[in-house]
């Protein structure tokens, strides 16, 4: 079956995504991993510092599946899956990005993002006060939805047991990383799938990609945020479906 590559997003682990692969098994064979495994992944011979870690990383995870694959990212690894396939479309046969971004932060030309400053703070806090960052953080991510205090928490302790060192680098991503002027370069079969309501990554952030790569679909879900895969696995997992079925033959499904 055609792979298909799940990335969580930051602060997250592989299993926050599980019940979206689970729905996709029928579909294609799934590979679920967090964004903050993948550094550990990139081999040591033939490193490229024109990406970043996390897209080096994602590289030699896809080299390891030997074939062609759709990269689906939510979030942060959204990012990184565009990242990816806008310096090696060679090893990616298409790109899902759900809740994603070119760019997380504002600028002068770029409004469609948060303030430098809020992923900076965030770092900086972390060592400190590591529950109170994340919880305001998971609090935005499940808005407009108000989740009881369990389901805040349980994302807390998952989240507090990724490395802190880590947590800061993928902060640290998202204040640089800046893929606008890469957006022309992509050339494989795009979906991007948005929340109407994301507090976290605006939705004029999805319709700049559409508007920017060639060929792409956009699709938006109404009264659902930043969750919308955690929320709604069923119906993420209906695009992807229709997105597999579209662009790539019976053939690739049933390898």
Same mark, same amino acid.
């Given at each position: 079956?055609?792979?298909?590559?799940?990335?969580?997003?930051?602060?997250?682990?592989?299993?926050?995504?599980?019940?979206?692969?689970?729905?996709?098994?029928?579909?294609?064979?799934?590979?679920?991993?967090?964004?903050?495994?993948?550094?550990?992944?990139?081999k040591?011979?033939?490193?490229?510092?024109?990406?970043?870690?996390?897209?080096?990383?994602?590289? /030699?995870?896809?080299? *390891?599946?030997?074939?062609? &694959?759709?990269?689906?990212?939510?979030?942060?690894?959204?990012i990184?899956?565009?990242?990816?396939a806008?310096?090696?479309q060679n090893?990616i046969?298409g !790109?899902?990005?759900? *809740?994603?971004?070119?760019?997380? &932060?504002?600028? =002068? /030309?770029?409004?469609?993002?948060?303030?430098?400053?809020?992923? +900076?703070?965030?770092?900086?806090?972390? /060592?400190?006060a590591?529950?109170?960052?994340?919880?305001?953080?998971?609090?935005?991510v499940f808005?407009?939805f108000?989740?009881?205090?369990?389901?805040?928490?349980?994302?807390?302790?998952?989240?507090?047991? !990724? %490395?802190? #060192?880590?947590?800061?680098?993928g902060?640290k991503?998202?204040?640089?990383?800046?893929?606008?002027? +890469?957006?022309? *370069?992509i050339?494989v079969?795009?979906?991007?799938?948005?929340? +109407?309501?994301?507090?976290i990554?605006?939705?004029?952030?999805?319709q700049?990609?559409?508007? *920017?790569?060639?060929?792409?679909?956009?699709?938006?879900?109404?009264s659902?945020?930043?969750?919308?895969?955690? +929320? $709604?696995?069923? #119906?993420?997992?209906?695009?992807?479906? =229709?997105?597999?079925?579209? $662009?790539? /033959?019976?053939? %690739?499904?049933a #390898?």
């Amino acid at each position: 079956m055609l792979p298909v590559i799940l990335i969580s997003g930051w602060a997250t682990r592989a299993d926050s995504l599980f019940p979206l692969g689970d729905d996709l098994s029928q579909t294609a064979s799934v590979h679920t991993v967090s964004l903050h495994d993948l550094p550990g992944l990139i081999k040591t011979d033939g490193d490229d510092d024109r990406v970043s870690q996390y897209a080096s990383g994602l590289l /030699s995870y896809i080299q *390891n599946l030997k074939g062609r &694959c759709i990269v689906a990212g939510w979030s942060t690894g959204a990012i990184v899956a565009l990242e990816t396939a806008a310096y090696y479309q060679n090893q990616i046969a298409g !790109i899902v990005m759900i *809740n994603g971004t070119a760019r997380f &932060c504002t600028d =002068r /030309s770029y409004e469609f993002g948060r303030p430098e400053v809020i992923p +900076r703070a965030m770092s900086q806090a972390l /060592s400190i006060a590591g529950h109170t960052v994340l919880t305001g953080f998971f609090t935005d991510v499940f808005s407009p939805f108000v989740p009881d205090g369990d389901e805040i928490s349980k994302s807390v302790e998952a989240a507090l047991g !990724i %490395d802190v #060192k880590e947590l800061k680098a993928g902060l640290k991503y998202l204040r640089e990383v800046d893929l606008r002027d +890469r957006l022309k *370069n992509i050339a494989v079969p795009t979906v991007i799938i948005h929340g +109407r309501e994301d507090a976290i990554v605006p939705l004029g952030a999805g319709q700049y990609l559409a508007d *920017n790569i060639a060929g792409s679909e956009y699709v938006i879900f109404d009264s659902v945020g930043h969750d919308l895969p955690l +929320r $709604y696995p069923g #119906k993420v997992k209906g695009v992807i479906r =229709r997105f597999i079925e579209h $662009y790539f /033959s019976e053939e %690739d499904v049933a #390898k």
